[in-house]
């Protein structure tokens, strides 16, 4: 395939920077009244956001939860603190207007110079959306995030004269006169989020790329192709885990493990999601652990689906997400432990390997 792979980062949640072991920033402790998680961390973020920049990451998405700052507030403080980075906000829909929020991500883009990209995120939670005020079920909120991307891609292609009426949302003669500023788009990049027959309706419908968990590259392979044919991107979420060779990386993400009592709330917030992704990512964890030599899901009962992990040497990792690109995959959103430092050894050691085999291919 042509094109250079995009790597994309995960933020740290406030505090977990300055953390040294993995196991203070299990979701157990974020969710905790006292989680510096609740708080704004600039020192810690733009640290972590201009080593980023060095280390050739191109954006950092940033979550969205009850237990943490709000995204695009973040998204607009860390624009102006940093000056390639890019920022991918998570952010639920139904929360707000799609006035109000094309209104919001234009302005965080000026200040920016277009440095924001969108997470679309039907919620997990059921629980957590009804603390929001939201009582729909899982496929009516990706019904609404339909007409709710509508709204917004009209807002976004003409600015004014905005009309629309359906189940969710109704606008009449809407008009946005601050536009979104980028110099090669119109409109940011949208990323839909889930596993489910919902979660792909809506990415073929809104979408610009198609977000999901690692898996193997035989199990994603005929997925990929239909997106591809859909005209979407794929890009996957996942944790890496890379040291000099095989073995200590093996040993250096079994050692992430912590206690049973953290594996024991995390499963039961996992279980408690009606996420079909989150599902998928337990199951992988209690069947089988590792899906191929480098793919494991040994840390999704204490960390979530996202830590399905990709472990290894640089040239294996290198390997691996070259025989993702192989199958159409064209973007990674990744993280790792320690925070920063896992990124710098990405940065260092195989993004380079990646870079040097895509230019002589």
Request: a negative charge; proline letters at 4%; glycine letters at 8%.
């Amino acid at each position: 395939m042509n094109g250079a792979l995009r790597f994309h980062w995960m933020m740290p949640k406030g505090g977990e920077v300055g953390m040294r072991t993995a196991q203070e920033t299990t979701r157990v402790a974020t969710r905790k009244s006292e989680s510096p998680a609740a708080i704004p961390d600039m020192e810690g973020w733009t640290r972590f956001a201009r080593n980023a920049e060095e280390a050739g990451i191109e954006s950092v998405l940033l979550s969205f939860s009850r237990y943490e700052p709000d995204t695009i507030l973040i998204a607009c403080a860390m624009g102006r603190a940093t000056t390639k980075l890019k920022f991918i906000v998570a952010y639920r829909s139904g929360l707000m207007q799609p006035a109000t929020f094309v209104q919001q991500i234009n302005t965080v883009s000026a200040l920016t110079n277009g440095r924001v990209a969108i997470n679309v995120v039907a919620g997990s939670s059921t629980e957590e959306q009804r603390g929001y005020g939201d009582y729909l079920e899982h496929d009516e909120r990706y019904a609404r995030a339909d007409e709710f991307l509508g709204i917004c891609r009209d807002f976004w292609r003409d600015g004014a004269g905005v009309n629309f009426s359906g189940s969710y949302y109704r606008v009449e003669n809407g008009q946005i006169n601050t536009p979104f500023v980028d110099p090669s788009r119109n409109a940011p990049e949208i990323y839909v989020s889930g596993h489910s027959d919902a979660a792909e309706r809506l990415a073929f419908s809104k979408a610009s790329a198609w977000l999901r968990l690692i898996d193997t590259p035989e199990n994603l392979a005929p997925l990929v192709a239909k997106m591809r044919a859909g005209g979407l991107e794929s890009c996957l979420r996942l944790c890496v885990v890379c040291r000099p060779t095989h073995d200590e990386a093996v040993a250096a993400a079994k050692a992430l493990r912590p206690s049973e009592a953290i594996e024991k709330e995390e499963r039961a917030i996992l279980e408690a999601s009606d996420s079909k992704g989150l599902k998928d990512a337990l199951n992988a964890a209690d069947d089988v652990g590792w899906l191929d030599r480098n793919l494991w899901a040994g840390l999704v009962p204490y960390y979530g689906s996202s830590a399905m992990t990709l472990v290894g040497s640089p040239e294996e990792l290198c390997d691996a997400f070259l025989a993702y690109k192989e199958i159409g995959v064209t973007q990674f959103i990744i993280a790792g432990w320690p925070k920063l430092e896992e990124m710098m050894i990405f940065g260092r050691d195989v993004l380079p390997r990646i870079r040097q085999m895509e230019d002589q291919s």
